[in-house]
């Protein structure tokens, strides 16, 4: 055998991918869109690694660290003041700067060509949009500047990002780091951590194989689509004299046609995707066009492997098949499949596993290779397993309505065709159920529960310097969807007036804000009290206090200076009541229990609103649409750097987030291609059944009937892939979780809703194939001329 | 419609379009209960059409088809299927054996759709597979027999239902000759046997041999050969 000879029989396979006029274009372009779908995830995967750099490169050099370590920074020729002025709306985040420049040689922020004036502020284009659609009003009325610039790309993380300079001239009176505070320069003076933590490296690298799993067995789908019809075209060219060698090179070349043009049309998918990314945002994420290039190296991998895979599918599949020149090209029965070998895979993948369990996240350096290895061996192990499972399981089902006999049939005779359709399905709910289980294991980790209760209050501000408390508190008992405003200032009380021995916290508020902190005997205003019970140092704390307070007159001294206020405010000083009211602390909307004194606004020195700063917590009516912008929108009104937060039961870690919205991205657009893939199958499947089918309605055999016949045939090895799947899913999950030192639970509502989302996908796709099913089930269907 | 006196099943003035090409245009057709009609012409001829037409599968674009003096035009689709199922058997040239059937499931099919139970199904459809000399076959598979055993299977599985009709089109245009007249035979024997009528398309004259009456197709039109065996 020669090149010349292969080369001959090869293209002589390209050229029948695409004769036979329709019907050769339509299972050509079939096997090229699979392809190309999965060579554009593919290239997609390359490119993820290239954005993130680029994303986490723009955000690093648009960083202002407003941290000041050691004298703060005096004012000159490259300074600036800037202030942190972040805003949520609706759900999303909004990245706003205030920013004030001191000298002329201050740099410019990334993407902006020169400062925003006083009143007017650069946006980004989607907070442009957003600001001029009827959907931004309200966020209109927060950021009242003129626009007057755009944001470049440079000065952005992503297309869809919402952020904006807006311009002063007083930032400077307000410097109070980290919210406002003078730096003379953009981005990180260091280099980013390059520590990242194994647990979460291991998560990125399986997120990353399960969902290329999956991609790759949809590929191995997409070149075998028509292969019946092939099988036959095969056998008429045996007739006329090919060996069966060349007819499996002939089949190789068809093969590599439609994963050449597959590349092809992946290619464009890719280039079109990469240019709709730039206009959508998924769960908070966007990026723009440009930074979506693929890896060249990993680029050129998938340009050789695909079409390489392909052939080498086919040559596999061709294996079972006995061609032969009368037509009849499939072995009547298959022999039976073995398990021994099919059993070796996943057992190879948990050997591979095994080492590093218990290496936990203590320096867990888990070896990336054994990891990748013992992963897609464990998933490759499925869709070498389920072929068998469903051959023994529908071997075993016995008879029942017509619809079940014809299913179950067909089943038995070609349970192959049926698991291939569902492999990619059970590889991708496998994979998702172990790193849900993960996800869930080390969430505790990641996340942390907060004090909040979130029944007394739902949102806090902090009332900057130079505001009144009473002033917001008033603003927002005014504001619409607000319930309740309970606030409070807090300062500290000391011994002397410069550097006291003795100091003890002051919480001053009106009677029935204090009630919120303490529980009062009886409350006037001009009452002051001493707290007790929050725990025995801080009484032992406001005890001394007192002691020292007896010694110097009963005079305490409220200074600005000890609450971190070094512009305003003059030194108060407060004399103790006799008699002072006891009081026993509770805890506030946030958990903080506080000690000291408790004051009503009458028993205040006069001029010492100065020395406290205030607190607002807020109580928010959860039937008022909006009502959280509409509190923001009262804050920013009173003060543009004051910023109301949202309070929350659990905080999570930013990064593990990001990774578990990377993977239901990406679940959900292999889910969508899984589901693509099997549409098509079924579809083709139906297609070569035309015949049959309109024989068996001709003959009155019920629509209804085979329907149904149609969804068990679905139904059967789906469910059969989902067990299975739980069961590599579970498994893998448990190693994982093992391997990073967590406990194993199972997360068992994690477990139903993937089985439950293949199984959706197969439900939304047997009723996207109804309607064809109906059209080829009509009678005329027989009619050929 | 005036049926001709006595007609089990009869077409009057069969019109039937594929868009541009013209399959019946006018056809006429009539047939009698145990009578074996054929229905002749070239390829492309309408016969099938006709044949279609007729068992209410493919619904005429104008013109009468009169079965047991029902007009079919007044069923509805399903009334339409329940008459195939029940009344009607079908033989075709190829294509319509379920492959991963057994024969005998294939034979009893008919029967299961009908409610009978599968047992009782396959008891009966082992009787006509005796009859049609294929009682061997039962536990084999379509893909494992050959073309006219496999015919025979087919058309034991159109008779198993007794029905009083039976549409035959092209039923050995694949197969050889000898096979061909063996499964001919067996077929008209087992249908005179029932008294069920057979419309058998074909355009074979050895095959049309077989018939009591010819009616040849042409362009669309019919025209009765008024043969009598």
Redesign the interface.
Same mark, same amino acid.
């Not at chain 2, 299927?81 to 029940?86: E, F, G, K, N, V």
């Not at chain 2, 379920?98 to 059937?101: A, H, I, Q, R």
């Given at each position: 055998m020669n090149a010349r000879q292969w080369s001959r029989d090869l293209a002589m396979g390209v050229r029948f991918a695409f004769a036979g006029g329709r019907e050769g274009w339509f299972r050509a372009t079939l096997t090229a869109i699979g392809v190309g779908l999965g060579v554009a995830l593919l290239l997609l995967t390359t490119a993820i690694p290239n954005a993130l750099a680029v994303r986490h490169q723009r955000d690093v050099a648009r960083a202002d660290y407003t941290y000041v370590f050691g004298h703060p920074m005096k004012a000159g020729e490259k300074t600036f003041v800037v202030a942190d002025i972040d805003t949520p709306y609706r759900g999303a985040d909004i990245r706003g700067r205030m920013i004030q420049r001191e000298g002329a040689q201050a740099p410019v922020p990334p993407g902006l060509t020169k400062y925003p004036a006083p009143g007017e502020m650069a946006v980004s284009p989607a907070l442009k949009r957003l600001l001029g659609s009827s959907d931004g009003t309200l966020l209109r009325a927060r950021l009242p500047y003129r626009i007057t610039a755009t944001i470049a790309e440079s000065g952005l993380t992503g297309s869809q990002e919402l952020a904006y300079y807006a311009g002063s001239d007083n930032l400077a009176a307000h410097i109070d780091p980290p919210n406002v505070a003078r730096i003379d320069h953009f981005g990180s003076p260091r280099s980013p951590d390059s520590e990242s933590d194994p647990v979460l490296t291991l998560l990125v690298l399986v997120v990353f194989v399960i969902l290329l799993m999956p991609v790759g067995v949809f590929v191995a789908a997409a070149v075998r689509f028509g292969g019946e019809r092939r099988d036959r075209r095969l056998a008429a060219l045996r007739l006329v004299g090919s060996d069966g060698w060349m007819v499996r090179r002939i089949a190789a070349g068809e093969a590599m046609a439609g994963a050449l043009l597959g590349l092809v049309l992946g290619v464009g998918f890719f280039l079109i995707g990469r240019q709709l990314a730039g206009t959508a945002e998924v769960f908070g994420t966007s990026v723009f066009p440009s930074y979506l290039n693929p890896s060249p190296v990993l680029a050129a991998l998938v340009a050789v492997l695909v079409p390489a895979a392909a052939v080498l599918v086919t040559l596999f599949t061709l294996r079972g098949v006995v061609i032969e020149p009368l037509g009849v090209v499939r072995t009547a029965k298959p022999a039976r499949r073995r398990l021994w070998w099919r059993l070796l895979l996943p057992v190879a993948g948990l050997a591979a596993l095994y080492p590093m369990i218990g290496q936990g996240r203590g320096g867990g350096n888990f070896n990336q290779y054994l990891v990748t290895g013992g992963v897609l061996l464990l998933l490759v192990g499925v869709t070498a397993l389920l072929p068998w499972v469903v051959e023994t399981v529908v071997g075993r089902l016995g008879e029942g309505a017509v619809a079940w006999q014809l299913a179950v049939r067909r089943l038995q005779l070609s349970s192959g065709t049926a698991a291939r359709m569902v492999n990619g399905i059970a590889v991708a709910v496998a994979g998702a159920i172990a790193l849900q289980m993960v996800f869930a294991g080390v969430e505790a980790d990641y996340t942390k529960r907060t004090t909040n209760d979130l029944t007394r209050a739902q949102m806090s501000v902090q009332v900057p310097d130079g505001v009144q408390v009473p002033d917001v508190a008033k603003a927002m008992t005014a504001t619409k969807g607000v319930l309740k405003v309970v606030s409070i200032a807090d300062g500290q009380a000391g011994d002397k007036d410069k550097d006291p021995s003795q100091t003890a916290s002051v919480s001053v508020g009106s009677c029935a804000s204090l009630r919120e902190i303490a529980t009062l005997p009886s409350c006037h205003d001009g009452d002051a009290f001493a707290l007790k019970g929050s725990d025995s140092e801080t009484d032992s704390e406001t005890a001394k206090l007192l002691t020292a307070a007896e010694k110097h007159g009963r005079t305490l001294y409220l200074n600005p200076a000890y609450v971190g206020d070094i512009h305003h405010g003059a030194l108060s000083r407060w004399t103790v009541p006799t008699g002072l009211k006891q009081a026993e602390s509770r805890k506030d909307p946030t958990g903080y229990e506080r000690g000291g004194f408790l004051l009503t606004p009458g028993a205040l020195p006069r001029g010492a609103s100065t020395a406290v700063q205030g607190v607002v917590y807020l109580s928010i009516d959860s039937g008022v649409r909006d009502a959280t912008e509409y509190v923001i929108n009262t804050a920013v009104r009173i003060d543009p750097l004051m910023q109301p937060e949202t309070l929350t039961s659990v905080e999570r870690d930013g990064q593990f987030e990001s990774i578990r919205t990377g993977l239901f991205v990406g679940a959900a657009a292999v889910l969508a291609l899984i589901g693509a893939s099997l549409l098509v199958s079924q579809l083709e499947q139906l297609r070569e059944r035309k015949k049959l089918l309109s024989a068996l309605v001709a003959f009155g055999t019920r629509r209804r009937t085979l329907s149904l016949s149609v969804l068990w045939q679905t139904a059967i090895p789906i469910g059969l892939g989902l067990l299975l799947a739980g069961v590599v899913g579970l498994t893998l999950g448990t190693v994982l979780l093992k391997m990073v030192g967590s406990t194993v639970r199972v997360d068992w509502p994690g477990v139903l809703a993937m089985t439950g989302f293949g199984a959706a996908v197969v439900l939304a796709v047997t009723l996207l194939s109804l309607p064809p099913l109906l059209r080829l089930m009509r009678p005329e269907g027989l009619r050929t001329e | 419609m005036n049926a001709p006196a006595g007609s089990l099943l009869a077409a009057e003035a069969l019109r039937k379009t594929?868009g541009p090409t013209v399959a019946l245009d006018g056809a006429e057709f009539s047939i009698h209960a145990g009578e074996v009609v054929a229905l002749m012409g070239p @390829?492309?001829s309408g016969k &099938?059409?006709l044949l279609?037409c007729l068992?209410g599968?493919?619904t005429p674009d104008a013109g009468s088809i009169v079965y047991a003096g029902r007009e079919m035009a007044t069923m509805n689709d399903a009334e339409r @299927?329940?008459?195939?199922? &029940?009344e009607?058997?079908?033989v075709?040239q190829f294509?319509?054996l379920?492959?991963?059937?057994t024969c005998v499931?294939n034979v009893a099919?008919?029967l299961?759709?009908n409610g009978t139970s599968?047992k009782e199904a396959e008891r009966t459809a082992l009787d006509w597979m005796q009859r049609l000399e294929v009682d061997d076959l039962g536990r084999k598979?379509p893909?494992?027999v050959s073309g006219g055993q496999g015919q025979r299977v087919a058309v034991a599985r159109?008779l198993v239902t007794s029905p009083r009709v039976l549409f035959a089109?092209e039923p050995t245009g694949a197969l050889d000759s000898l096979n061909g007249e063996r499964v001919m035979e067996l077929l008209t024997e087992a249908a005179r046997s029932t008294n069920a009528a057979v419309v058998l398309v074909t355009h074979e004259a050895r095959v049309a041999a077989y018939s009591d009456r010819e009616i040849v197709v042409r362009d669309g039109k019919s025209r009765d050969m008024e043969r009598a065996v």
């Open positions: - | 594929y @390829s492309g &099938s059409t279609h068992a599968i493919v @299927s329940a008459l195939r199922r &029940s009607f058997g079908f075709f294509g319509q379920v492959p991963e059937l499931e099919l008919p299961r759709l599968r598979r893909g494992e159109a089109d």
